[in-house]
């Protein structure tokens, strides 16, 4: 891969990680909370905010392994199934930061 291509996938996956965050992100607030969902997982369950956003990692986490183990086999996914997995999966990420920081905070 050329010096060029890396840096259109990273600026490409960080623009388009961005955009969900935040355009996309309004839609799942609720009264102005960004965790909301995972809140609302946790009054569920009574598992902490952050282990209901690792079960929403999880699928996402699996899906690459699984990527990952095709690979071997021959087997290559779409393009927009590497870029949906890996932009969920720095999403997800970026949130639990953001969760842990709010804890600290």
Do not use: C
Request: no cysteine; net charge negative; hydrophobic share 35%.
């Amino acid at each position: 891969m050329s010096e060029e291509d890396f840096n259109f996938i990273v600026t490409d996956t960080l623009d388009k990680i961005k955009e969900t965050l935040i355009v996309k992100g309004k839609e799942y607030r609720r009264n102005s909370n960004v965790f909301h969902n995972f809140e609302q997982g946790s009054n569920r369950s009574g598992l902490s905010r952050e282990k209901v956003l690792d079960g929403f990692l999880l699928k996402h986490e699996i899906s690459i392994a699984d990527m990952t183990n095709d690979l071997d086999k021959g087997v290559f996914p779409k393009i927009e199934t590497v870029n949906e997995k890996f932009g969920d999966n720095i999403i997800y990420l970026i949130i639990k930061k953001a969760m842990i920081i709010d804890r600290i905070y």
